[in-house]
């Protein structure tokens, strides 16, 4: 009850296009739904994050969805460029508590 | 920009043999995790420590590993008697505070092999 399910595990996209990773969770005690962002060598960064009393949160070209009833939420990346390659995270953290559960991630490749 | 830091980048260590990773935390912040990801699989939360004392921990932080503050700056995380399957990489996290939505911010990690 504490997975969070991401998918896929690998994205490739054309400079320009829309980079699109989902997210599933089960346990509705999750208070809190970031994404992070990490480049090969270095920590994952925060990138953008929701609560659940919202359905989308917009910051640039990264957009977050939420779907609170089918325990859903994705992200977003308009306008994708090479230096998104990256690997995508998405989480989840429960209200009382400190730990962050991580999806198996996402490896996304921008051609040029 | 402060940053999270961890030494050493890697450790090579034999099995059965005791390490100890070290992070230093951002200067202000008052809550301090670590993580861990094994190749190719997803970040996993080992502990969470506030006040000198541990939050949260998860199933993985069995008697076999610890933490402490010893000053003022830095947060270590001990790992006893070493097993193969604790190869991976470590990640050192600090918060300013405790609420939800308090960013945790992750250091560069310390890859940790063991032969």
């Known amino acids: 009850q504490q997975q969070v399910k991401q998918s896929p595990q690998s994205l490739i996209v054309q400079k320009g296009g829309i980079s699109i990773i989902n997210c599933a969770y089960e346990?509705?005690?999750?208070?809190?739904f970031p994404w992070y962002q990490q480049f090969p060598g270095k920590g994952p960064a925060l990138l953008i994050a929701?609560?659940?009393?919202?359905s989308e949160k917009k910051e640039g070209r990264f957009t977050i969805s939420f779907n609170k009833s089918a325990k859903q939420f994705s992200l977003h990346i308009m306008d994708s460029q090479p230096g998104d390659s990256a690997t995508y995270f998405c989480?989840?953290?429960?209200?009382?508590?400190?730990?962050?559960?991580f999806g198996g991630g996402t490896r996304l490749m921008v051609k040029p | 920009e402060p940053e999270v830091t961890q030494t050493p980048s890697h450790q090579v260590t034999q099995m059965g043999q005791e390490v100890i990773l070290r992070c230093v935390p951002i200067?202000?912040?008052?809550?301090f995790y670590w993580y861990r990801q094994i190749l190719g699989q997803k970040v996993e939360f080992l502990v969470s420590?506030?006040?000198?004392?541990?939050?949260?921990k998860s199933e993985i932080f069995d008697d076999q590993f610890s933490v402490e503050r010893p000053d003022g700056s830095n947060f270590t995380l001990k790992i006893r008697s070493t097993k193969l399957e604790d190869s991976a990489m470590y990640f050192c996290?600090?918060?300013?505070?405790?609420?939800?939505?308090?960013?945790?911010?992750f250091g560069p990690g310390t890859r940790l092999t063991v032969l």
């Open positions: 996290a600090s918060s300013f505070g405790g609420r939800v939505d308090n960013e945790q911010f």
């Open positions: 346990n509705t005690a999750f208070d809190y």
């Open positions: 929701i609560r659940p009393d919202v």
């Open positions: 989480a989840a953290r429960r209200n009382a508590g400190n730990m962050l559960t």
């Open positions: 200067s202000n912040h008052l809550y």
């Open positions: 420590f506030y006040n000198n004392e541990i939050s949260e």
